[in-house]
Protein backbone atom coordinates (compact mmCIF):
# COMPACT_ATOMS: atom_id res chain seq x y z
CA UNK A 1 0.00 0.00 0.00
CA UNK A 2 1.51 3.08 -1.44
CA UNK A 3 1.62 6.36 1.40
CA UNK A 4 -0.49 8.26 -0.84
CA UNK A 5 -3.31 6.08 -0.29
CA UNK A 6 -2.85 4.99 3.17
CA UNK A 7 -2.93 8.63 3.89
CA UNK A 8 -6.27 9.04 1.77
CA UNK A 9 -7.72 5.59 3.80
CA UNK A 10 -7.41 7.57 7.19
CA UNK A 11 -8.27 10.66 6.38
CA UNK A 12 -11.68 9.24 5.15
CA UNK A 13 -11.61 7.03 8.18
CA UNK A 14 -11.28 10.14 10.56
CA UNK A 15 -13.96 11.54 8.67
CA UNK A 16 -16.45 8.92 9.46
CA UNK A 17 -16.09 8.51 12.80
CA UNK A 18 -19.38 7.84 14.38
CA UNK A 19 -20.48 10.49 17.25
CA UNK A 20 -20.97 14.21 18.07
CA UNK A 21 -18.58 16.71 17.30
CA UNK A 22 -17.55 17.59 20.57
CA UNK A 23 -17.06 13.86 21.60
CA UNK A 24 -14.66 13.66 18.44
CA UNK A 25 -13.06 17.14 19.02
CA UNK A 26 -12.02 15.95 22.98
CA UNK A 27 -11.05 12.73 21.87
CA UNK A 28 -8.46 14.35 19.28
CA UNK A 29 -7.46 16.75 21.71
CA UNK A 30 -6.65 13.91 23.80
CA UNK A 31 -4.95 11.96 21.07
CA UNK A 32 -2.49 15.11 20.54
CA UNK A 33 -1.99 15.78 24.04
CA UNK A 34 -0.89 12.40 24.59
CA UNK A 35 0.75 11.62 21.20
CA UNK A 36 3.01 15.03 21.70
CA UNK A 37 4.34 13.92 24.93
CA UNK A 38 7.22 12.45 24.91
CA UNK A 39 6.34 8.82 26.52
CA UNK A 40 6.62 6.99 23.62
CA UNK A 41 5.69 3.29 24.86
CA UNK A 42 2.30 4.55 26.77
CA UNK A 43 0.84 6.55 23.88
CA UNK A 44 -2.07 4.04 22.91
CA UNK A 45 -2.47 2.58 26.52
CA UNK A 46 -3.11 6.33 27.40
CA UNK A 47 -5.17 7.87 24.65
CA UNK A 48 -7.49 4.73 25.12
CA UNK A 49 -7.82 4.92 29.38
CA UNK A 50 -8.39 8.84 28.82
CA UNK A 51 -10.96 9.04 26.21
CA UNK A 52 -12.84 6.00 28.09
CA UNK A 53 -12.82 7.50 31.15
CA UNK A 54 -14.15 11.10 29.72
CA UNK A 55 -16.41 8.97 27.37
CA UNK A 56 -15.00 11.13 24.10
CA UNK A 57 -14.06 9.17 20.77
CA UNK A 58 -10.74 7.22 20.96
CA UNK A 59 -10.92 6.37 17.36
CA UNK A 60 -10.77 10.23 17.21
CA UNK A 61 -7.97 9.88 19.55
CA UNK A 62 -6.18 6.99 18.25
CA UNK A 63 -6.26 8.69 14.68
CA UNK A 64 -5.45 12.11 15.64
CA UNK A 65 -2.19 10.68 17.75
CA UNK A 66 -1.36 8.86 14.83
CA UNK A 67 -1.29 11.79 12.68
CA UNK A 68 1.10 13.87 15.33
CA UNK A 69 3.43 11.22 16.40
CA UNK A 70 4.49 8.97 13.49
CA UNK A 71 8.31 6.88 12.57
CA UNK A 72 8.60 11.02 10.62
CA UNK A 73 8.12 12.86 13.63
CA UNK A 74 9.42 10.78 16.83
CA UNK A 75 12.54 12.58 16.72
CA UNK A 76 11.66 15.83 15.61
CA UNK A 77 9.46 16.33 18.64
CA UNK A 78 11.94 14.68 20.90
CA UNK A 79 14.50 16.95 20.46
CA UNK A 80 11.82 20.15 20.28
CA UNK A 81 11.03 18.67 23.97
CA UNK A 82 14.66 18.26 25.13
CA UNK A 83 15.58 21.81 24.17
CA UNK A 84 12.62 23.67 25.21
CA UNK A 85 12.51 21.26 28.54
CA UNK A 86 16.70 22.23 29.25
CA UNK A 87 15.63 25.55 28.75
CA UNK A 88 12.69 25.58 31.04
CA UNK A 89 14.53 23.78 33.48
CA UNK A 90 17.89 24.12 35.70
CA UNK A 91 19.00 20.50 34.16
CA UNK A 92 20.51 19.83 31.24
CA UNK A 93 21.00 16.65 29.22
CA UNK A 94 22.17 15.98 25.77
CA UNK A 95 20.40 14.68 22.72
CA UNK A 96 23.33 11.27 22.53
CA UNK A 97 21.34 10.35 25.69
CA UNK A 98 18.29 10.37 24.45
CA UNK A 99 18.68 9.58 21.22
CA UNK A 100 19.98 6.30 22.26
CA UNK A 101 16.78 5.41 24.15
CA UNK A 102 14.70 6.49 21.63
CA UNK A 103 16.46 4.42 18.60
CA UNK A 104 15.64 1.15 21.23
CA UNK A 105 11.73 1.84 21.92
CA UNK A 106 11.74 2.65 17.61
CA UNK A 107 13.47 -0.80 16.62
CA UNK A 108 10.81 -2.73 18.51
CA UNK A 109 12.32 -4.72 20.61
CA UNK A 110 8.89 -4.77 22.92
CA UNK A 111 7.43 -3.16 25.48
CA UNK A 112 9.53 -4.29 28.28
CA UNK A 113 12.42 -3.20 26.89
CA UNK A 114 11.52 0.08 26.23
CA UNK A 115 10.20 0.57 29.77
CA UNK A 116 13.89 -0.65 31.03
CA UNK A 117 15.32 1.93 28.87
CA UNK A 118 12.87 4.51 30.20
CA UNK A 119 13.55 3.56 34.11
CA UNK A 120 17.40 4.08 33.57
CA UNK A 121 17.03 7.83 32.51
CA UNK A 122 16.85 9.23 35.69
CA UNK A 123 14.78 11.80 37.26
CA UNK A 124 16.29 14.73 35.17
CA UNK A 125 15.80 13.29 31.95
CA UNK A 126 12.16 12.90 32.92
CA UNK A 127 11.31 16.11 33.84
CA UNK A 128 13.30 17.81 30.81
CA UNK A 129 11.63 15.87 28.61
CA UNK A 130 7.69 15.63 30.08
CA UNK A 131 8.63 19.87 30.71
CA UNK A 132 8.85 20.17 27.14
CA UNK A 133 6.74 18.00 26.14
CA UNK A 134 3.66 19.69 28.04
CA UNK A 135 5.08 23.17 26.68
CA UNK A 136 4.30 21.30 23.17
CA UNK A 137 1.56 19.76 23.91
CA UNK A 138 -1.46 21.87 25.02
CA UNK A 139 -1.20 24.15 22.44
CA UNK A 140 -1.05 21.43 20.14
CA UNK A 141 -3.91 19.83 21.20
CA UNK A 142 -5.98 23.12 21.55
CA UNK A 143 -5.32 23.56 17.65
CA UNK A 144 -6.16 19.61 17.26
CA UNK A 145 -9.83 20.44 19.52
CA UNK A 146 -10.57 23.90 17.48
CA UNK A 147 -10.14 22.30 14.08
CA UNK A 148 -12.06 18.78 14.92
CA UNK A 149 -14.87 20.85 16.44
CA UNK A 150 -15.18 23.40 13.79
CA UNK A 151 -14.86 19.90 10.98
CA UNK A 152 -17.01 18.00 12.37
CA UNK A 153 -19.99 20.44 12.97
CA UNK A 154 -18.88 21.04 9.44
CA UNK A 155 -19.87 17.67 8.23
CA UNK A 156 -22.93 17.29 9.91
CA UNK A 157 -24.10 20.31 9.13
CA UNK A 158 -23.78 19.11 5.50
CA UNK A 159 -25.21 15.69 6.42
CA UNK A 160 -28.46 17.42 7.46
CA UNK A 161 -28.93 19.54 4.63
CA UNK A 162 -28.76 16.47 2.36
CA UNK A 163 -31.33 14.71 4.47
CA UNK A 164 -33.17 17.51 4.12
CA UNK A 165 -32.93 17.81 0.43
CA UNK A 166 -33.94 14.23 0.00
CA UNK A 167 -37.03 14.59 2.05
CA UNK A 168 -38.16 17.72 -0.13
CA UNK A 169 -37.32 15.85 -3.18
CA UNK A 170 -39.96 12.44 -1.50
CA UNK A 171 -42.63 14.88 -1.03
Avoid at 90 to 111: C, E, H, Q
Avoid at 116 to 128: C, K, N, P, Q, R
Avoid at 143 to 170: G, M, N, P, W
Wanted: charged share 15%; hydrophobic share 45%.
Amino acid sequence: MTLKRLGKYYHLRFLRIKGEPKSIAWGSFIGALIGTMPVMPFHTIGIIAVCCATRTSAISGLLTSLVISNPLTYIPIYYLCMVIGNFLTPYNITWSRISTVLKAIISGDGFKTSVDMLSHLGIEVFTVMLTGGIVIALPTAIICYVFTLKLFVKIRQKRSDRHILRAKKEK
